[in-house]
């Protein structure tokens, strides 16, 4: 037996959690049950329940948490259990899951289920916005805009599709106030910021795409002009993934960042409203275990002495 109890943390108001539910959760508990694992099943009442659910979790001797909703529900979890060494595992049931394309997760439930008998566990280091963890990337600027403006109602009909029209709103209202960005000794200008930790961003986008969820540093990604017309040429060449390219688009890796703007400006982090200027942004190294996909079905994982630490597991 691989673990002896878990605790699932669901959001009932996740995306993928509409139809069904019962049915889908259900097929999960199974699963986690079939190797032997005492599971207990808690949904999420509110924002930032998810957090106090984690924390009790682990106050009980729970030796598994199990994330299933998307990359908000998450990143609350997580906050709940960063500097532990009981591992994390996700069911993605979010409109986005970002994390889940990160790692290669499957966005079968029952088949990410079978992570617990075919995956791998890696220490990974979190992100941090003042006091507060994040597991993808912060955003500062039009898209913390953008987060805050996204209708529920729309979001939980249109999934993604809210999000463009927030962007189309954004684009015409948002007034892309420049703000100063400190790291590795130097100061820069910028309009819209991601400090990342992982390659992709939103529907599937690369804005930074040579972060690394397994390093300890963020890329990061500065947008400089104030022209909010300049923005639509921006998209467009992110999706061709050729806005490194461009002379007012800036790149560099940093463990630290330093940002400091009117309060007007929004801080997102994993798709989060999390605060506004000024922030700083810091690494907590070794911070979190998450099973990621590993060998093949039926190949053994790391043991469960090895959960502490990433030595053996390779990329």
């Given at each position: 037996m691989r673990f002896s109890r878990a605790a699932l943390i669901y959001n009932p108001a996740a995306r993928r959690l509409q139809w069904?539910?019962?049915?889908?959760?259900?097929?999960?508990?199974?699963?986690?049950r079939s190797i032997g694992t005492v599971v207990e099943a808690h949904p999420t009442a509110g924002s930032g329940h998810a957090t106090?659910?984690?924390?009790?979790?682990?106050?009980?001797?729970?030796d598994l948490i199990?994330?299933?909703?998307?990359?908000?529900?998450?990143?609350?979890?997580v906050a709940g259990?960063?500097?532990s060494s009981v591992p994390l595992l996700?069911?993605?049931?979010?409109?986005?899951?970002?994390?889940?394309?990160?790692?290669?997760?499957?966005?079968?439930?029952?088949?990410?289920?079978?992570?617990?008998?075919?995956?791998?566990?890696r220490r990974i280091a979190l992100g941090r916005v003042g006091g507060r963890p994040f597991v993808l990337m912060a955003g500062i600027g039009v898209d913390a805009a953008l987060v805050s403006a996204v209708n529920p109602g729309l979001k939980k009909l249109l999934g993604q599709g809210a999000f463009w029209i927030a962007a189309l709103q954004q684009l015409l209202r948002y007034p892309f106030a420049p703000f100063e960005v400190r790291a590795e000794g130097e100061s820069r200008q910028a309009t819209f910021a991601v400090i990342s930790r992982v390659k992709n961003y939103g529907g599937g986008f690369r804005i930074t795409g040579q972060a690394d969820l397994f390093s300890?540093?963020?890329?990061?990604?500065?947008?400089?002009?104030?022209?909010?017309?300049r923005y639509p040429w921006y998209f467009w060449n992110v999706v061709r993934r050729r806005h490194h390219r461009l002379p007012d688009v800036l790149q560099f890796r940093a463990r630290s960042v330093l940002v400091k703007g009117i309060p007007q400006i929004g801080v997102q982090g994993d798709g989060e409203l999390i605060g506004c200027l000024p922030q700083s942004v810091s690494l907590q190294?070794?911070?979190?275990?998450?099973?990621?996909?590993?060998?093949?079905e039926g190949e053994s994982v790391i043991p469960r002495e090895g959960r502490g630490s990433a030595k053996g597991s390779g990329r």
């Open positions: 069904r539910p019962a049915h889908k959760l259900q097929a999960v508990v199974e699963h986690i106090s659910l984690a924390r009790s979790a682990l106050q009980r001797g729970c199990v994330a299933c909703g998307g990359d908000g529900t998450v990143n609350e979890v259990m960063a500097g996700l069911i993605p049931a979010g409109t986005a899951n970002v994390l889940a394309k990160e790692i290669g997760l499957p966005l079968d439930w029952v088949e990410a289920a079978g992570l617990l008998r075919t995956g791998l566990i300890e540093e963020f890329q990061v990604c500065l947008f400089q002009s104030r022209d909010r017309w190294p070794d911070a979190l275990s998450l099973l990621i996909p590993g060998p093949g």
